[in-house]
């Protein structure tokens, strides 16, 4: 579904990715770990068509980047730390937006749809502004399912949530991670991490040092992996 | 929770025809100046902001230039502040528009959309400049009241809609770049005004015609002037906006 | 690091010979203009330093076109450099033109189309300059200077072209003159070659100053690398 070869990005002189490589199944849900600076956000606004590789190849779903960015774009969705909401519309006003930017059909009732999804029906016509961290996160989950998607790029979504709000936010990941999607999660946080992925790469210095399968590793073994990898570099 | 139902919600397919494919250009420019016109209706944040502002201008000018009676209906003078008004309310309101989109990453948001970024200028600028009229025809009424002088004057009207036009399709390009900058609240008016002063030098002309009543042959070069420069202009934002957004 | 090259050693000293005949003929190879005095001299340099003040925009916003096109970094080195010289030349020919303008239009200062888009072309320069000052990241940088750069670069003409419909003073000396405009005069062949000869030496200082600046910028640019290499 997603693969990517010798991706090097820079940042001027500075380089951030350096010559990754990385490849993601359908149906799979890949945890890139690694700390700040690594590169993480770097290579998810690139897979999101949001910043141009400066080498290399990236193909999405059979399509390249960035040149064919516009069908890439059809087939993702991205949850970023950032809601990307407007808090001058209401939930229903700003997924009716987003439905009709992407030109998704039948939008009235999707969009009931997806608000039930996300467990924000009843307040859907309050104004966004109004919403705590960990509802805003959860219609910024439902704009980003609103085309059903194949990808989805989950960019440290538990930023700025309590336990309660992120373990909320989860039950939503988990659901609509499913149904055969695709989905790449940045995070720092290894414990969030272990409970949704099925496969963990580390992430260290712009390459992928290590990568490991849900069903090879022991849950506790989980912090030691990540830390033998980070040395690697 | 719900199931998700078997019906695909996938928008259309690229390859589509032409047509189907401007459609959806302004569908999404639609959908743009929509949302930046509910919101605001809304809120009303940024007209009241830019209302109050033109009304400060006028009694700034007032004891400024401490007007008497004869000068102030002078037609030099009258069209010299009135846009003085319109371009200092643009420019907040435009910084406004674009720090809407820029604060929440609402504009990744829209980046993320399958449009073509040229659908995200344009609704844009068309909002921006629904929002720059509405403040313009709430002022020419108190400047005539205030000032005793009669400015609804079709001529008049047109240069303000042409002037507008020019001005609103530089500003949004240089406004998305100026919130985009550490520097933004101050970029904007010294990005914008250098740039822009042809279009407020041909709208100040021609309006001074129309309200000292010339002859159409003395103020149609203007008219034309701004025509061009809101071609110019538009069709140059859009060949570079690409580049302001993009990374 | 690379050396020093050749030619531009050469043009350094070509440059500096050309500058100082420039200066002696248009203090004494040149002759002494009827009306207006020893104050028309300035003309020389005034003019010249004009036209490399637009040789710097227009520099810039090619710079721009094809940094936007290739998004290669040397093209962003090139276009700053071009503002950078402009702004100094513009500026030295506004000063001279106002130490000109004092005895003969009897003011340092007129909105004169070409006074105001030669002020116009500085604000540009200058918002240009604080635009990349405020913007961290090198590649988002220049990508906005580009776009500014070709944005203002269309400004500009249309400006000059606004404020031609109102009556000029301004002498206009190369072309047709306007009869009405204080301060014209007609050339002697000695100061036309003086004027043409101002031109050249101008234009010398101008790709002189380019090309140090644009490998003062690569410098920057290697120093900068090797930083990020021992950081590492």
């Keep these: 579904m997603i693969k990517v070869r010798k991706l090097v990005k820079r940042f001027g002189l500075k380089t951030v990715l350096r010559g990754m490589d990385f490849h993601a199944d359908q149906g799979e849900f890949v945890a890139l770990l690694g700390p700040n600076g690594a590169g993480k956000t770097t290579f998810l606004r690139i897979l999101a068509s949001l910043s141009r590789p400066s080498m290399g190849r990236v193909n999405i779903a059979g399509y390249r980047l960035p040149d064919q960015a516009s069908a890439v774009r059809r087939r993702l969705g991205v949850v970023s730390h950032q809601p990307l909401l407007y808090g001058d519309l209401t939930a229903e006003e700003n997924l009716r937006f987003y439905g009709r930017m992407y030109g998704v059909r039948d939008l009235q009732s999707r969009v009931a749809e997806v608000l039930e999804l996300v467990g924000l029906t009843p307040r859907r016509r309050d104004l966004v502004r109004t919403y705590s961290r960990g509802m805003q996160q959860r219609l910024a989950i439902g704009r ?24 909320m936010l989860d039950t939503v990941l988990r659901e609509v991670a499913a149904r055969g999607r695709t989905v790449v999660m940045t995070s720092h946080d290894l414990a969030r991490a272990a409970d949704l992925a099925s496969r963990f790469d580390v992430i260290s210095r712009g390459v992928i040092t290590a990568s490991v399968k849900r069903d090879e590793i022991e849950p506790n073994n989980l912090l030691a992996f990540y830390r033998q990898a980070l040395q690697v570099a | 929770m719900t199931i998700e139902s078997e019906s695909s919600y996938l928008p259309e397919e690229q390859g589509t025809p032409a047509a189907s494919k401007v459609a959806g ?94 659908a995200i200028y344009f609704g844009k600028a068309l909002g921006n400049l629904v929002f720059m009229l509405m403040v313009e025809f709430i002022v020419l009424p108190i400047y005539s009241l205030l000032y005793n002088v009669n400015l609804f004057n079709p001529g008049l009207l047109l240069v303000i809609l042409l002037g507008s036009i020019g001005y609103v399709a530089v500003g949004t390009l240089l406004a998305t770049m100026a919130v985009q900058a550490r520097t933004r609240d101050i970029l904007l008016p010294i990005l914008l005004f250098p740039v822009v002063l042809p279009v407020i030098l041909a709208a100040v002309k021609a309006s001074t015609g129309f309200l000292d009543g010339s002859e159409m042959d003395v103020i149609r070069p203007w008219i034309n002037l701004l025509i061009a420069y809101d071609i110019i202009f538009s069709a140059v934002a859009f060949m570079v906006f690409d580049y302001v957004v993009e990374e | 690091m690379d050396s020093k090259p050749r030619l531009l050693t050469i043009i350094d000293i070509v440059t500096v010979v050309l500058l100082l005949i420039a200066t002696y003929m248009v203090f004494f190879y040149a002759p002494q203009e009827a009306v207006m005095g020893d104050v028309q001299r300035v003309f020389y340099f005034h003019v010249a330093a004009g036209w490399v003040g637009m040789l710097g925009f227009i520099g810039a916003a090619v710079a721009g076109i094809i940094y936007l096109i290739k998004k290669d970094r040397k093209w962003d080195i090139v276009g700053l450099a071009a503002v950078e010289i402009g702004i100094v030349f513009i500026f ?8 000109w303008a004092r005895p003969i239009w009897n003011t340092w200062w007129t909105w004169d189309p070409r006074l105001t888009t030669a002020t116009v072309m500085l604000l540009i320069y200058f918002a240009y300059l604080m635009l990349r000052q405020g913007i961290e990241d090198p590649d988002r940088r220049a990508r906005f200077a580009a776009v500014y750069a070709i944005v203002g670069s269309l400004s500009v003409p249309l400006t000059y072209f606004s404020a031609r419909i109102f009556r000029t003073i301004h002498p206009i000396v190369i072309g047709s003159g306007d009869p009405n405009a204080t301060g014209s005069f007609d050339m002697t062949p000695m100061m036309l070659q003086t004027f043409m000869f101002g031109l050249l030496t101008f234009t010398f200082i101008f790709i002189d100053l380019f090309w140090h600046r644009i490998r003062l910028g690569r410098k920057a640019d290697q120093i900068e690398q090797l930083r990020l290499k021992t950081m590492e």
């Design chain 3, 92 to 99: 030295i020919n506004i000063v001279t033109g106002s130490i």
């Design chain 1, 144 to 167: 980003a399912v609103l085309h059903d998607p194949d990808v989805m790029l989950f960019d440290e979504p538990h930023t700025g949530l309590d336990q309660d709000a992120s373990a």
């Design chain 2, 25 to 118: 250009f302004l569908r999404a420019m639609g959908a743009v100046v929509w949302k930046d016109l509910s919101a605001e209706l809304r809120s009303r944040e940024l007209l009241s902001a830019m209302l109050i502002f033109a009304l400060l201008v006028i009694l700034i000018f007032n004891f400024a230039l401490d007007l008497d009676p004869a000068t102030r209906r002078e037609p030099t003078i009258t069209a010299g502040v009135l846009w003085v008004i319109f371009v200092f309310a643009g420019t907040l309101g435009l910084n406004r528009s674009m720090a809407i989109e820029k604060d929440r990453g609402c504009l990744d948001g829209l980046l993320l959309a399958p449009v073509d970024r040229s």
